[in-house]
Structure formats: C-alpha cells, structure tokens
C-alpha cells in the first residue's frame, strides 16, 4: 500500500506540473507559470483572480505539487452559494448532534487536508457571517467542529480563488478588509483567454488530443480556416467553453479534418448578439454605411462556413442570385483562407 501510495503521489506531481499547463512561447501565461512556480515553496496565503474557465484550479494544483507540501492532501471546497452551516460543517466539521440530521461526528476538510493545501474557490461568494469564522481559522490556526467544545489545532495551507473583484466587495461592504488582507498576500491575477488569443489553437489542440483518447475517434486536427475562427472569437466561457466547442466538432465530424463548418453559430458569427451590437454601434469612421456593410461581410462569412463555401446554397439560403453573391464576395474580399483578415 505504501508503494501505491508513493506511485500515487508521483503521477500526481507529473500530472500537475507547470510545464503541462498549455500555452504559446508569448502568452503572459508563461510569466503567470514562472511567478506561481517561484512562490510554490513558501507557505505565503495565495489569491487567484479571474474569470470563471480561466484555469484557477489548475494553477492551483500545480502551486500545491511543487511546494514542500506535495506528499500531503490537497483538498478542493467550492463555496459559491452554500449556505453557512453546510459550509461550515463541511470545513470544520461537526459533533454527533450538533443540528438536524448531525447522526454521526464529522471530520472537516481543513482537519482531512492536516499539512497539506486547502483549496477554497468562490470565496468571494461567501457570506459575512462565514467570513468571520475563516479569519479566526487564519489568526489561531484552530478548528472547533459544530456542537464540540474542543478545539483542534491544524496547519494548512490556504489558497482562494473568485471570479470576483474582492477590493469592489470590500468597498461596497461584502466582503471583510481584513479577511481579505488575509488571504490576498500573493495575489495572481488569470487573464481571460480573448485577452490571450495566441493560446488558442495550441490549448485547442491539446483539447482534442484527450478528446480523442477518451471518445476513441482520431482526427487529422482542426483546418485553418477554423483556427481562425477560432481566434476571431471571443470566448466568455473562456476554456471550459473552448473544451465543450471542441467535444461538439469532433463528435460531429465525418471526414478527417475538423472544419469550420462544424463550429457552432455563435463562433462563426465571431460572438454573441450584445457584442456584435456594440460593434455595429461603435465608431466606424461614424459611417452608417460602412457598419452596415461590416454586418453583411459578417453573415456572407458564416453562411458560406456553415455551407462549406458552396456558392449554390449559400446564394439560395441568402436569396441572392450566384452572380450577385460573387459580386460581393469580391467586394468584400471573402474567400477561402481570408477569415484572419479583417473585413
């Protein structure tokens, strides 16, 4: 037992390493990487930040693997919208008795994880009243389980991630300034993926590489055209969303590339209704003219996509004679290869 255990922990800490974290030779998340791997060793309160889908949990795990506390468990608690006595039942634990349906004592995560990490994603959803008994954990270093009078001592490391902006909470009164000064001594901040756009194709590969392995259906990997799709796109669910994308195209395709015509419509259109009404609203040289001709490029592009630049059906679907849609795909520049260049 002690040998699986140890064989274990070793493929744990290969799984987990910063180096599998997926990303370009220029994305900030090489820098991101270095500065968590840089404070792993050193039992300092970590913040991390960032959108949901950015990979908080993932940086989380590796920052634990490569600390001193790698051999100890690493124990994971979500607290977004858990009401307080549950949350708090399930961090510190509870006596036999200690409220309705308490039949049995029970050992808190933080007591489980005794020298390990304690990882508390959503923190900034969390309520006033559980703040309070976090900052006391963080001050005394003791646990004292619902119903019981004894206290426990345990040491842990804590790590806590939001997808919210904690000083905004402090300010507005939701969220405790000491609670926060508390857990915010490094603070890592994940940008979402539109802002790192050279990742997407390389984290998208490495998607469907797994994907793959695990549906047991193999594939060439994704055309160009969409690659660029791909990029174009703005990505709100960030990776989680960029993974479900890649799932649907590969369980969809029937040939040996995936195309762009198997990505859904929301990714062809380049993004959702609210940003494509802002940008038809921006400024384009204030010329109604032009930002109605930038909404029409628009939809030329993605029906010919979703159509696999068939000319035919693309002109039928649209109502436009073919010498009329070869008009203005010449206007407009669109043809096969183009779709990374702006129009």
Request: aromatic share 6%; net charge negative; with cysteine.
């Amino acid at each position: 037992m002690d040998t699986q255990l140890r064989r274990k922990r070793e493929q744990l800490k290969d799984r987990h390493r910063f180096d599998n974290i997926v990303c370009a030779p220029d994305s900030p998340m090489v820098g991101i990487c270095e500065q968590v791997r840089q404070i792993a060793p050193y039992d300092i309160p970590v913040l991390v930040t960032g959108e949901s889908g950015t990979g908080k949990e993932l940086i989380t795990r590796a920052l634990h693997y490569s600390s001193h506390r790698a051999d100890k468990p690493f124990v994971l608690e979500n607290c977004g919208a858990m009401p307080v006595q549950l949350l708090e039942s399930e961090l510190f634990g509870h006596a036999r008795g200690a409220f309705t349906g308490a039949n049995t004592e029970r050992v808190g995560l933080l007591e489980q994880a005794d020298g390990g990490t304690v990882f508390l994603d959503e923190i900034g959803d969390t309520s006033l009243e559980f703040q309070v008994k976090l900052l006391r954990f963080l001050q005394e270093g003791e646990i004292r389980p619902l119903g019981s009078n004894r206290s426990r001592k345990v040491t842990v490391r804590v790590i806590s991630a939001t997808n919210r902006n904690l000083e905004d909470e402090v300010r507005k009164g939701r969220f405790r300034e000491d609670l926060f000064y508390r857990l915010s001594a490094m603070p890592v901040h994940l940008p979402a993926l539109r802002d790192r756009a050279m990742d997407i194709p390389v984290i998208a590969q490495a998607i469907l590489k797994s994907v793959m392995e695990a549906y047991g259906k193999q594939v060439n990997g994704f055309s160009e055209e969409a690659l660029a799709c791909m990029c174009e796109y703005h990505w709100p669910g960030n990776v989680r969303e960029l993974e479900n994308e890649v799932r649907r195209m590969l369980v969809m395709s029937t040939g040996d590339e995936l195309g762009a015509n198997l990505l859904s419509s929301r990714v062809l259109k380049g993004g959702g209704d609210s940003e494509l009404e802002d940008e038809l609203l921006s400024d384009v040289e204030g010329n109604l003219k032009n930002r109605v001709e930038m909404l029409e490029a628009r939809i030329l592009k993605e029906t010919l996509i979703r159509h696999r630049w068939n000319k035919s059906q693309a002109a039928l679907e649209l109502g436009l004679s073919r010498v009329g849609l070869r008009a203005k795909l010449e206007r407009y520049g669109l043809e096969p290869g183009t779709l990374n260049q702006s129009n």
